[in-house]
């Protein structure tokens, strides 16, 4: 129980284009879903917290208008960088609570990695 | 603001057991975390601790808490080459609203 997936897994794009990651639940229902980077041989750092339904809370320092959460349901929040640049090549990892249980668990997608040309 | 610091780089022999080190700043912190990730993958949750425990065992694994001196370690008992692995540790507080990740602790396990 309790897996996350994340679609896709690795992405190519150019210069100036938008891409979209999907953040699904698959056997659960998340009250509230997370959106970390990971640079190489570093530490995840959070970007932003999404809660069903409403705004996301993003980390001081994370553009809210280039990347954008839309947490649309208890099982699926999305992160779209928009005109992604080359800085924005990164591994990005969600993860997402489960609803009904005690709050200090998070369980971790699998990782997007991102390789903008 | 919230610093959880670890060590780099941790080489053992495999049957040998492992012992991952990390300190954290925040005095707030109510639940301390260990976080297992290997090569291209997302990250498992192997263990945590409250932070009103001092010790916690769970198989090969034994977490201890030293609250005074913010230390948390992980001991890996009969480490296998299948352990190697990136190790964070993280903490979060009573809100349980973010976790803040410490800078990984590379474990390399060699027959």
């Known amino acids: 129980g309790a897996v996350v997936s994340q679609h896709p897994s690795w992405v190519i794009c150019k210069s100036g284009t938008s891409v979209k990651i999907e953040c699904r639940s698959l056997?659960?229902?998340?009250?509230?879903m997370f959106w970390y980077r990971q640079f190489p041989k570093q530490s995840l750092m959070l970007m932003a917290t999404s809660n069903e339904g409403s705004k996301a809370t993003y980390e001081q320092g994370v553009e809210k208008d280039k990347f954008l959460i839309n947490h649309a349901s208890l099982t699926l929040s999305t992160l779209t960088v928009t005109s992604a640049h080359p800085e924005d090549s990164s591994f990005y990892i969600c993860?997402?609570?489960?609803?009904?249980?005690?709050?200090?668990?998070?369980?971790f997608g699998p990782g997007t990695r991102l390789t903008v040309t | 603001g919230e610093d959880v610091e670890q060590s780099l780089f941790l080489s053992v022999r495999e049957g040998d057991s492992s012992v991952i080190n990390c300190t954290y700043t925040d005095s707030s912190s109510t639940y301390l975390y260990w976080y297992k990730q290997e090569p291209g993958a997302g990250l498992q949750l192997l263990t945590y601790i409250f932070s009103n425990m001092d010790m916690k065992q769970d198989q090969r694994l034994t977490v201890l808490l030293n609250k005074k001196d913010k230390h948390l370690s992980l001991r890996i008992a009969d480490t296998q080459t299948g352990d190697s692995a990136i190790y964070f540790c993280a903490e979060s507080d009573t809100g349980f609203q973010k976790l803040v990740f410490g800078t990984g602790t590379r474990l390399l396990v060699s027959p």
């Open positions: 056997d659960f229902q998340a009250t509230t």
């Open positions: 993860s997402a609570r489960v609803k009904g249980t005690p709050t200090y668990e998070q369980y």
